[in-house]
Structure formats: C-alpha cells, structure tokens
C-alpha cells in the first residue's frame, strides 16, 4: 500500500477548559493547560492519504492538490487564531484528541471529491504530545 | 482509532556484551558496540497507548498520567545510567532490540491499572536506528 | 571564551497589540498576529552565558544551576500562560524583541549572583523566526 | 512485532517530467517541479524490517547488516546523482511514488538473502512531503 | 544589540564545476559533488539582520517584511531551480561559499531600502555542512 | 568573513568524576552524572573554521578535507568509547568544557597543516546542553 504524507503547521492558542464542569474539576484535569488566558503551540499536523496509484503520473495524489485543501480546511481555519473561539470547537474542549476528531470530519468531504482516502492522522502539540487517528 | 504518544528521553551507557561468548565472537557479532568500556546514548522512546475515548473531558488518557508512568518506569529507572548495571539487563544484552522489550513487559501492570493498552513503542539509539514494537 | 548554552521551551498565547492604537494599524503592522483571540506559540530560548573555568570542577557555570535559575524566571513564568496577561508585559507588546529584552534584564539580578555573565539570548517563536540579543 | 528501522539520506537532482507528454502537460501536471534544468532535495529513507527475533545475540538483524545492504542498494546508487540519469528510472518518471516502489523493489532480493522482510518503506523529499510503502 | 533572524528554504539541483578546468581536476576538486548530472540538496538559509529598535512598535523590522524581500530576492530566483542555470552563477562554481556571497550581495539593496543591514547569513546545503558569512 | 563548518557525531560513554574529591563532593557538585557505572550521550559537535577564499575553487576550505580531519581527530578517536578511558582525559574530568577544550587543543596542528584557523567550536551532549569556544 502506497500513502502520501503532507506535514503542515499551525500557530493557536487554546485553553483546555469544560464549560460544563465546575473551575476545581477543570484544573484537576487539565492542570496548567486549564489556566484562563489559555496558552498556545506550535501545532504540527501530518495527514497520509491513500487512493488510486496513477502509473502514467506516477502518483497516488498530486502533492499539491493535497497541500490546498489542507491549507483551505486547516491552516487557513486554524493558524494565528485561538481555537477555542473556532465554531469547530464552541462546544468542546480543544483536546489534541478533539481536534484530530474535528480536523479528520473536516476532511472527509473534500478528501473524498478529491478521490483520496484518510489513511492516518497525527497532531502534535510539541516534540513531546501526539494524537494519532487511523480511521478503521 | 485514537492512540496517544508520549515521548521520553534518557542518557544512559551501555555496551553489547554476551558473556556466554568469547571475546572474539562478541567484537564479531557487535563489533565496536563491545568495547570494553562501552559507549552511550541519547536514547528516545516513543511510546503510544490506547482506550477508551471519554467525550466529556475529550481525551483517551490524560497526558499527565501517561507522563508520570513514564517517568517512573523508564526514566527514574535508566536516565544518568550504565544499562549494563540495571538489574532489568543482569542477565541479557542490551541491544535495542531487548530495551525495547523489556521496557514493553514493564509497562504493562501500569498500564492495565490506568485502563490504556499499549500500541506501539519505538526506541531509536540515535538518528539513524530505531526499533518498533507493537504487540499483537 | 568558553560560553554554557542551556535550552528551555515554553507554551504561550499572546497577541501582538498595542493599546494605544486604532485596531486598523494594529492589523496594519501586526496583521494576523493581531487576532482579538490571539494565537500561540512554543517559544524555543537558548541563553548563553559565561563566567570563570574554574579548573577543578571542569565548569564555567554548573549547567544545573543554570537550569534552575531558567526555570525559575522563564518557564515557571511563562509556561502554558498567556503572556499578555504578565506583568512584565502589561505596558507592552509582546514581540520577540520584548520579550527577549524582558527575559533578559529579568535574568540579570539572578546571574550576577551566580557570578555569570549574559552573553546571547536566542528567543525562537517558530522554526522560521528569531531574535538574538547579544549585551554589548 | 519487532522491527528494526535504518534511516538513510541521499542528496540528488530530479526532474518531474513524462517523455510522452507535451511540455504543457508535465507543466500543468507537475508545476515548478518539470522545470527544465531539475530541481534536487536531501531525499531521507526510512527502511523498516522484520524477521526471527535471536534470543542469544537479542536481535532480529545486525543494524550493521542492514545499514551494508542500504548503503549498497540506495546511498551508493543515488547519492550525489541525478536521478533521471539512473538505469532504475529510464522509463518512469521520477515521482516519490516511483523512487519509493523502486527502491522496495530493488531490496527484495538483498532482503531474502538476509532473512529480513521489508515492512515500511518512507521517503521523504522535505520536511513537508512524504511517501511511505507498506507491502501487505 | 538585537538581531532578527528569518529561516527559509530552497530546493535545487547543481553541479561543482569550473569550466576552465579539465575534467580531471574538477573531479579531484570537487569528488562526487562534480558528477556530470549533477545532484541536489534542501538547501537552508538563515538570514539575520538588525536595525533601529522602534520601542512603539517593539520591533527592529516586521519579520512579514524581511520574509517577502527573502521570497523575492532568494525563493522565487533558486527554490525548484538548477543552480548552474541561473544568471547568478554564470560564470561561477556553486559552492556555498560563492552562492552566500551571491545572496549577501543581492540582499545589499533591498536591505538598504528597507533601512536594515545584514549581520549574519548561515547556508546549510545538509544537516552536515554549513557556510556562514559575517559582513565586516 | 566565511567560516565553514562541519558538524560530527560521537556515541560516548562518561562519568562526571573527580578523583581528588570525596564521593559526597563529586554527587554534590555533579548529581546523577557521577553515578559511578556512567551514563552516555549522543555527542554533536560543530566546527567552524575560516581560511583564505579561493575565488577559483570557490571555497575556503575543501569541506572534504575539514571532515577528515575531524573524522581522525574526533569521531575515530571518542565514538563508541568511554571517554573516561580515553588518554586525553586520564586525568581529568570529562564535562562539556573539558572536552571542547580538548577537541580544540588537538584541532591545532592539523588545522593549521591544512592552512585553516578554528573560529567556534559547539559541543551539545544533548538538546538542552550545548558549550560554545571561541578562539581570541
């Protein structure tokens, strides 16, 4: 099986916080990522494709095909913003694991027209925290 | 799916040394990795963990749980060490290969206690090689 | 001259903003960097310092000290904070230039008590982009 | 599972350009990428492989091994090259696609002979673009 | 003294060849780097600059302006080039020494215009190899 | 001016020890990197040197020739070793000060044979600890 890679970036801040849940449960389960002005990464997203391998172009996906939707649904969306003013997220918390959910959704509709298929996800908060879905 | 990585690292020396063998056989089959006074390394794990994904906080494990188990089980234990002196390692090589696995069979009580299962983990020795565990 | 470069990270949100201006020249100067919501970054800063070899110990500066001294006045600070919400930065931007030339005249006091010396400050926003002081 | 991973680089010009197509095609097809003179990259490789783990020597292949069969089989052969020039792509375009289907191919053999099996194959052409083979 | 750093990149082909040689001696020269087909390299180029710290601002130049100078004067001209083709490197060897003396000097006007002077210019054609220019 | 630099890789084992200080001291003063079975790292160190520019070959100093000499000087002689084992450190410690010393002092005469001068020379045992030398 042949997948394609493209890695992109987004600078957001966020605050992990559930509206719904008293401020000492907040700061018990989010620690310092609850603080209320929030905070920020330099997030860094990686989404493997796959689809049908053109022999005569010798491609699975134009690279670049691949680079403008990410950059229409994700950077564009995400990049110098603070996510949790985002619709995506204006009910929920802005988990790694939320946003892989929320940014893998977003994908579906403009992956499929494009006639590629979600392989793999994975988001990364810093050289230290990932996320990774592999829709089944 | 959804699995969450945390990434460690731990300096630690070592040397490839199998005392059943002579001397010989060791320099052949380890070559410069069986220098008597060994050598050391920059060790970093990867390791990535799944469970069950809790909609209301939004996460599969907290991050911070995941950390300290690390902490305790791989770094506490083989940071700022000779390898060769642990007792994981009295009676075994050192290769990649058995860190790997060992470091595997150790984080599986903690990690039954916490509820999360492990996925993979990959340890690299430096930049160039790496082993990847992924139990069945 | 012998220099100890220790690196520290930090997780932030901020907005470049100056209160004193209209909004347009704020989205003027500062563009996306502006955002009301602000953004994020993990900020990377190198600090380079120098003091006396001393010879028994092998040290310019006993890197654990310095450690301490970082953590102190730079990641207990500003981690998983929004730095606008600082005092060190309620009269200000919170450009690179500010924020390196913050750090810096904070770290002075406590490293004229170690007997070091400052001798580059390197504040990292992203990959792309740094500041570098270098005190005369 | 347990698999070793070497990780390998190769610093190379190419040319994205299908014989058989007008120039306007390759151009629409492949933009910037068919300019004439060629374009190059520091192309790094990942070669991920299985086999019986040896209990006595702890490995499931000597790294010096595997790190011969790829110096031979890919540093040796693309290193410092065009890659249009080389026998492997005179008939196909030179895609990361092909270059990574290529390569799988040519270690087949070296692989077998070693009682290795190839288990991923990722190549790389920038920090941004990646391909990766997975042969079932 | 305050200096802003840019980070950008390029990839391009080129040969290391002086015309006025005979092959032999381009080949002692420059070893494998004078392969006739040439080969390539991710080529990154850290540029730093300095200029009238503007306290209102808190900037010593909007990193947004440096960036768009750096795409014209260097991206635009070299990224998915032949090095050996440009007008630049007509009647020159492509070693990074002459092509950081070339950007330095291409960089002199707009820099100018931009009431910036350049400090520091590191080109990196490998994780391996780096070429830094200090104008006096 | 132009410096070139090289950058090198070393696996080393050490231990932080004085052996004219009590044991409490060498724990006191250098913590867990006195665990007496040692500990290791991953070595980087950079190399920059200048030299007079030869506009014919377009170099200051043949890159090549720079990395053999750190090869014979540096990687034969410290990776994959213990470098308490090592002559130049028989009666020494073995902190990142002492071996940047060391480095530079046996750069010297080959430097020199080969027409070039070291400008900077960058140790890091790891991402956070890096010691700088610079030559008056």
């Given at each position: ?28 389960v ?7 002005g ?10 493997s494709v796959t689809?049908?391998?053109d022999?005569?172009?010798?491609m ?12 229409k ?12 003013d ?43 925290n990932t ?6």
């Open positions: 099986m042949l997948t394609v890679t493209r890695t992109v970036e987004f600078c957001a801040a966020h605050r992990l916080f559930n509206p719904e849940w008293p401020d000492e449960k907040n700061l018990e989010y620690g310092r990522c609850s603080n209320p929030g905070h920020g990464h330099n997030y860094t997203l990686k989404v689809g049908n391998y022999k005569e172009s010798g699975v996906i134009n690279v670049t095909k691949l680079r403008d939707i990410l950059q649904e994700v950077v564009k969306k995400f990049d110098h913003k603070n996510l949790n985002i619709d995506d997220f204006k009910n929920t918390v802005t988990t790694m694991e939320v946003i892989a959910l929320t940014i893998s959704g977003n994908l579906r509709k403009p992956f499929s027209e494009a006639g590629i298929k979600l392989v793999k996800l994975e988001l990364s908060e810093s050289d230290k996320v990774t879905l592999e829709p089944k």
